[in-house]
C-alpha cells in the first residue's frame, strides 16, 4: 500500500501561488493548492514507502524558493 502524506507549506508573503506549481511539478506530488489560513499551500504526496516518501518527495519541497516552514502529516489507516 503507498504511503500518503499532506505537506502543510507557509510562504513568503505573495508567494504561494508559485509555491503550489512549483510543487505540483514534482513527481510523487497528487495535489497541491493555495489555501487560505495559517498554511498558504497544502500538497498531497504519494510514495512506496516512507523512505522513499522522505527522500524523493517531501525533501525535495525544502529546494524551492519562497518556502519558510513545512509541516508533514502522514496518513495513517486505523482500521
Do not use: W
Request: glycine content about 8%; hydrophobic content about 45%.
Amino acid at each position: 500500500m503507498p504511503v500518503t502524506a499532506y505537506v502543510l507549506i507557509q510562504t513568503e508573503v505573495g508567494k504561494a501561488a508559485d509555491v503550489a506549481r512549483a510543487v505540483g511539478r514534482i513527481p510523487g506530488f497528487v495535489t497541491a493548492d493555495a489555501v487560505t489560513g495559517v498554511y498558504d499551500v497544502i500538497v498531497r504526496a504519494e510514495a512506496d514507502n516512507m523512505d522513499d516518501l522522505a527522500k524523493s518527495v517531501v525533501s525535495k519541497v525544502g529546494q524551492i524558493e519562497g518556502i519558510t516552514r513545512t509541516l508533514t502529516c502522514t496518513v495513517v489507516h486505523l482500521d
